[in-house]
């Protein structure tokens, strides 16, 4: 019952944003000029545009209606323009579908989940859900970061900001569906051949992952993707397009579209995997954008001769070239402003000590150390967010400062200016009187990959490779031997 009013509630909206993207079309014409400078730039941006032809119309037109995906954005409001990964990021992303919606007669706009932090953080989370809303999304499959944010919230955050949430196979304790299961947009365009019905269902992987988070474990009951996808494709049977959500891996994916007739495309949303070229299984066209949120993929679409949709597929990269939409920078800083010098956000993964200490004082009974740590950019890692200007964003601060929000730990640079940097104690879990106090230091064999990419994050560090980056902060070059 639920479902169905929600669902009744998805097409009201709906109808309301075709009027508006009916608004935009007539803008467009009016600005036609400009508009063919944007368009140009919009070519030059993408770096992948694959013709799929699966009726007889090769190439897409600019005048076509276009699916625009994502998925894993991990909470990011705005990238932290780090050389080491310039991409991705809800303002960016913002910006590239703006540039959409300006050229395009028509713009469908899905995510497949993780668009909300993986950390706890109601601050980012309140203003994440201003911009999500201000950027009308048709869909927005759950992924394991909202479930993480628990039911209630995502109910809430549904409520307060009208997000257009979608799961069709998991139930709360009452065994009603947690939020609606699809969604239907009614849309119309000459390219359309007149009005037509795109449906929207989402999936979550039953496997797999640290989900649901362990309080929700009695509660939820996560039903099997094939089963909720073949219920969806029943109810769905009056649209013209099928389009499923799949927050799972790859080759689950590839099994869902496999395993159930009638979805026109499955958008991937879980896996690192980016898929350059769409797939074909069977009659389904699979995508997927990979991790960090770094691309944002482009389905261009028509229906063809015998009444089938066709696509053509463009992956755009959120790189320095998109600029960010500057009403998202503006939530941006709005979230700073309010997010600075509040309790920072919550930073399980950070190693734990009970005392910080300067690496000065390490120092002075390991010089060796002391002094080839101070060549390495750890020792600098507050000035690259200060160049940036970005020194009173909380996350920023948590990776390249040490132990923030923790007792002891960084205040700021006029308090604490020897906690501003990746101090020893970011790899050493070991307090500074270890010696004195005769406890041996943790043995070696603590420092591993998985210490390194509690800050070496995907979406900060996509290259990270702890082989490649373990030799360049030895204190010792590796040939040189133990004693
Ligand atoms: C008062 C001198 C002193 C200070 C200060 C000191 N250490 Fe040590 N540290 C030692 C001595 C002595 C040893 C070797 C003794 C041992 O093996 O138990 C040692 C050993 C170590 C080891 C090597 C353990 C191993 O497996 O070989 C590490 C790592 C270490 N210290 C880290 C630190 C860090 C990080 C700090 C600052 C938070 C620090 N130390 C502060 C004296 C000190
Ligand atoms: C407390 C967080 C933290 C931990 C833990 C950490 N790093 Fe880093 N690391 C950073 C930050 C922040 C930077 C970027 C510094 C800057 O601003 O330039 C960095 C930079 C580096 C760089 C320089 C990269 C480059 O291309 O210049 C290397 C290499 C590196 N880390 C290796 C490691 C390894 C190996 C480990 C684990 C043994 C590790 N780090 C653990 C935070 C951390
Ligand atoms: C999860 C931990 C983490 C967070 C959060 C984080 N960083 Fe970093 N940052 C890193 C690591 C690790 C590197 C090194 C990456 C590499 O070289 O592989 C890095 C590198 C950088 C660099 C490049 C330094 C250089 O010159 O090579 C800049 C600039 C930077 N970060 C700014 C930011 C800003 C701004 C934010 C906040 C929006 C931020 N970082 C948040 C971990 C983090
Ligand atoms: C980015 C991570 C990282 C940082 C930061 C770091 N170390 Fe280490 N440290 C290591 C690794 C890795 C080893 C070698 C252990 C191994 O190979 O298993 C090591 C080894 C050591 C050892 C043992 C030396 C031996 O006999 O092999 C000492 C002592 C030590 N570090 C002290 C320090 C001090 C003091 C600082 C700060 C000035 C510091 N470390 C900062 C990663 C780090």
């Known amino acids: 019952m639920r479902a169905k009013s929600l669902h009744g509630h998805a097409l009201l909206r709906d109808r309301a944003r075709l009027r508006a993207a009916e608004g935009s079309a007539l803008g467009r014409s009016r600005t036609g ?35 625009l995906f994502s998925s894993d954005n991990q909470g990011v409001l705005a990238a932290c323009g780090c050389p080491s990964n310039p991409t991705g ?43 999500i809303s201000r950027a009308a999304y048709d869909a927005l499959a759950l992924g394991d970061a909202e479930f993480g944010l628990g039911l209630d919230a995502i109910r809430e955050l549904e409520r307060e900001y009208k997000l257009p949430y979608v799961c069709a196979n998991v139930r709360d304790a009452s065994g009603a569906l ?44 996560v039903e099997s993707p094939v089963e909720a996808a073949k219920r969806e494709v029943g109810e769905l049977a009056g649209c013209d397009v099928v389009v499923a959500l799949s927050h799972q891996t790859l080759e689950e994916s590839r099994e869902l579209a496999r395993a159930v007739p009638g979805i026109h495309v499955v958008i991937c949303a879980h896996d690192r995997k980016i898929l350059r070229q769409p797939e074909k299984v069977g009659e389904t066209l699979l995508v997927c954008a990979g991790e960090g949120g770094g691309i944002l993929g482009a389905l261009a679409f028509g229906i063809g001769l015998g009444g089938q949709p066709e696509w053509a597929l463009t992956m755009t990269e959120l790189s320095a070239h998109v600029a960010e939409a500057p009403w998202a920078m503006d939530l941006y800083w709005a979230y700073v402003k309010e997010a600075k010098d509040k309790p920072p956000p919550d930073w399980n993964l950070a190693p734990l000590v009970t005392t910080y200490a300067a690496t000065e004082a390490c120092g002075k009974c390991h010089p060796p150390e002391y002094k080839q740590w101070s060549t390495t950019a750890h020792a600098r890692s507050y000035e690259s967010i200060r160049k940036t200007g970005r020194q009173d964003d ?80 030895l204190h010792r070059p590796l040939d040189a031997g133990k004693k």
Request: net charge positive.
């Open 89 to 131: 990021g809800f303002a960016k992303r913002q910006g590239l579908i703006e540039d959409y919606r300006r050229t395009r007669p028509l713009v469908v706009l899905v995510d497949g989940g993780d668009l909300m932090p993986t950390r706890t953080n109601p601050i980012k989370v309140k203003y994440l859900a201003q911009g």
């Open 33 to 67: 000029v400009r508009l063919a400078g944007a368009l140009a730039s919009l070519g030059a941006m993408a770096i992948l545009a694959a013709a799929l032809a699966v009726g007889c119309e090769p190439t897409a037109g600019h005048d076509r209606p276009v699916l």
């Open 394 to 473: 909380p996350e920023c601060l948590l990776c390249h400062t040490m132990g923030l929000g923790r007792k002891g730990g960084f205040v700021s640079m006029a308090r604490t200016p020897e906690l501003g940097r990746a101090t020893c104690q970011a790899c050493h879990i070991v307090a500074p009187d270890h010696a004195v106090r005769k406890i041996k230091p943790e043995p070696r064999i603590n420092i591993n990959s998985r210490l390194c990419m509690s800050c070496h994050g995907v979406i900060q560090s996509p290259d990270f490779d702890y082989y490649v980056y373990k030799p360049k902060i």
């Open 178 to 221: 947690v939020v609606a299961p699809h969604v239907i947009r009614e849309v119309s365009s000459p390219k359309l051949g007149g009005a037509r019905k795109i449906g929207i269902f989402a999936v979550i992987t039953p496997t797999d992952y640290d989900w649901p988070p362990q309080k929700w474990r009695e509660e939820l009951k």
